[in-house]
């Protein structure tokens, strides 16, 4: 998938060079897979479905569709921003969302997806006609909280509700940072995302020029994280990229993985099962809110598996 030149919330880069290392390939160490998400990981456990709830107005879910199935495993909570913070339920990343659902995650996006048949953003950040507010994500969480333990609800003791993350691309990534010190978080994902400097964004000839649009968030918010935290980025073609670096700098107390491949802003999200930025991330998820601990060799160690995968930039802290 090549970088796309997007309309997005994030405007540009910060066009600042900065000098990246990629992490060399040891000898005989077997290679990520290529972008291709059906070939990265076996089938997931449970058929998804896109559906609402008439007690969550104007946000949609994604959550497996036999819910009976689960047995005795609950879902952990997922809160998606979406790119370009757009009120579109999720439709802009939706195959990523879809299989977030099949693994076993409650998902919940601000925004309705547009009608059958009607033509969506052109991009995948490119906003709808109107914006989510940050605190949709929230609000989502709330109404989960309270769905898992409500008489009458569907969902009743079937939502782990002490196994919360906060998800986002571009935009959306945004609003993800703008409520990471939210105290029930168990992580916080960020894609293709990373906050514009309060000094402006910097401009090829050594200036600055003001930021335009809707910005939930700031360089203060990264003071507020508390939880470890992943950044997912494409490359230096991603508009997002001078931001993300520049975020890795400030955020010093909370295990940190930063990961470069280059695909540009719109990453691999609508690729089949939501390609490989999102196998990455459920591989993250996984080991955070499920306990999945062989996963973390993907993450963790001298010789993690996207350190030493070919066309992977890493750079990691407090881990």
Not at 108 to 115: E, K, L, R
Not at 281 to 289: F, G, K, P, S, V
């Amino acid at each position: 998938m090549t970088a796309r030149n997007v309309a997005s919330v994030l405007l540009t880069s910060l066009a600042a060079s900065t000098i990246i290392i990629a992490a060399q390939q040891p000898p005989n160490a077997p290679p990520l897979p290529a972008v291709d998400r059906a070939n990265y990981r076996p089938a997931a456990p449970y058929e998804a479905v896109r559906t609402s709830d008439p007690t969550l107005p104007d946000q949609t879910l994604y959550r497996p569709k036999d819910l009976a199935r689960l047995g005795n495993s609950k879902m952990p909570i997922l809160a998606w921003g979406n790119g370009g913070c757009a009120a579109n339920g999720g439709s802009s990343a939706e195959p990523a969302l879809m299989e977030f659902a099949s693994q076993g995650y409650l998902v919940g996006a601000g925004g309705t997806p547009p009608p059958a048949g009607a033509r969506g953003p052109a991009s995948v950040d490119v906003p709808a006609s109107k914006q989510t507010a940050t605190h949709v994500l929230t609000d989502f969480i709330d109404w989960a909280i309270k769905e898992n333990s409500r008489s009458d609800s569907a969902y009743r003791g079937k939502i782990d509700t002490t196994k919360i993350a906060l998800a986002g691309h571009s935009c959306g990534g945004l609003q993800a940072i703008a409520l990471a010190g939210d105290k029930r978080l168990t992580t916080v994902v960020i894609l293709n995302s990373g906050t514009i400097p309060r000094a402006g964004i910097p401009t090829p000839d050594g200036g600055t020029r003001a930021p335009v649009g809707y910005l939930p968030s700031s360089e203060d918010d990264l003071k507020h994280f508390r939880t470890p935290v992943l950044y997912l980025i494409g490359g230096p073609t991603d508009v997002a990229y001078q931001g993300s670096e520049s975020d890795f700098k400030a955020i010093v107390e909370v295990p940190l993985f930063n990961g470069n491949y280059p695909v540009g802003h719109g990453a691999t999200y609508r690729d089949e099962r939501g390609g490989l930025f999102t196998a990455v991330a459920t591989d993250w998820l996984d080991w955070q809110l499920k306990g999945k601990k062989d996963l973390a060799k993907r993450f963790t160690g001298p010789s993690c598996a996207l350190c030493s995968a070919p066309h992977w930039t890493v750079k990691r802290k407090n881990m």
